[in-house]
């Protein structure tokens, strides 16, 4: 179906992906039949977290519903629906979630993957949301493995820093859905047409303001944060030139972060006396969140360090994450300098 306002015919994800596979530099199609894999469970995700509110009617996660199937946790549902999805196709050679321990070695019907890509994703972040009908989202990291085609997948083709990315993306659940990535040509934002089951492309282009008046932070561990965020808080609540700014969080990082992308802001998660890096996982969460906003022309840092560089050295490692617009970055940076040992 062709959807048209004010004359403009809006394209369809599955049109864009088919007309800008050359912007890829290794442009074989695989990476648009992943993307379009993605796309797909997006839309079964989708359906399954806006029957959430019907818990009282299908039953509860660990419940039996009247088909004698087991009701499952809605994380649990995504990340099995991702990695199906992402499997029986055989598009990607190994995949790497927040909800699996270990890495997952993709290796075809008969052993002989040849695909080059692996895949890290957080298939439903923010699910302690949902019961309270807030949005949630999906975040997913695309690399070219390092190792060679057609052997096992290694922990190494995952291990790799945020810069060597080639796509990266989210799914936001909310008001309306939206699929938004980048393979490193900018950004573009897709918005679902539940009545239809069709992603249109809503957010061409998209860039984050210059200056933002937002910054996202879970204020109630303000006493275990380093000085430097402490001191930035305070910045932000000072009465001075464009300030006082506005404190807004969702605790949901993929809506946080979209609304500082649109808005401009910024979202941090430093690290705490309890938790020295932090509570986000650099793979899955972190690395593809900064793709996304240096792509929009924001910023994304570790408070000292530019996420994109970090070299991970664990699949489920977790680092202190301060990203949106570049100047309120900055600024976070210039105070956290300040206390650099
Ligand atoms: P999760 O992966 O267990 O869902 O945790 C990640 C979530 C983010 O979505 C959110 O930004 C953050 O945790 C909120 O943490 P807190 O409740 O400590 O503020
Ligand atoms: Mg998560």
Known sequence: MEVYMNNKRFQTLGEFIIENQADFQYSTGELSRLINSIRLAAKTVNHEVNKAGLVDILGAAGSTNKHGEKQQKLDVFANEIFIQTLTNREIVCGIGSEENEDIIEVSGADNSNLNKYVVLMDPLDGSSNIDVNVSVGTIFSIYRRITPVGTPVQME???????????A???????????????????????????????????????????????SINEGNYVHFPQGVKDFIKYCQEE????????????????????????????????????????????????????????????ASTGLQRILDVKPNQLHQRVPFFCGNSSMVEKAEEFMSRYKE
């Open 169 to 215: 993306g989210y799914i936001i659940y909310g008001t309306s859905t939206m699929l938004v990535y980048t393979v490193g040509k900018g950004v573009n934002g897709f918005t679902l047409n539940p009545a239809i089951g069709t992603f249109y492309l809503s957010h061409p282009n998209m860039t984050t303001p210059p200056n933002g008046k937002i910054y």
């Open 240 to 299: 001075k030139d464009d300030r006082p700014y506005t404190s807004r969080y969702i605790g949901s990082l993929v809506s946080d972060v979209h609304r500082n992308l649109l808005k401009g802001g910024i979202y941090i998660y430093p690290s705490t006396a309890k938790s020295p890096n932090g509570k986000l996982r650099l793979l899955y969460e972190c690395n593809p969140m900064a793709m996304i906003v240096e792509q929009a022309n924001g910023r």
């Open 157 to 167: 083709d995952f291990l790799q820093p945020g810069k060597n990315q080639v796509a």
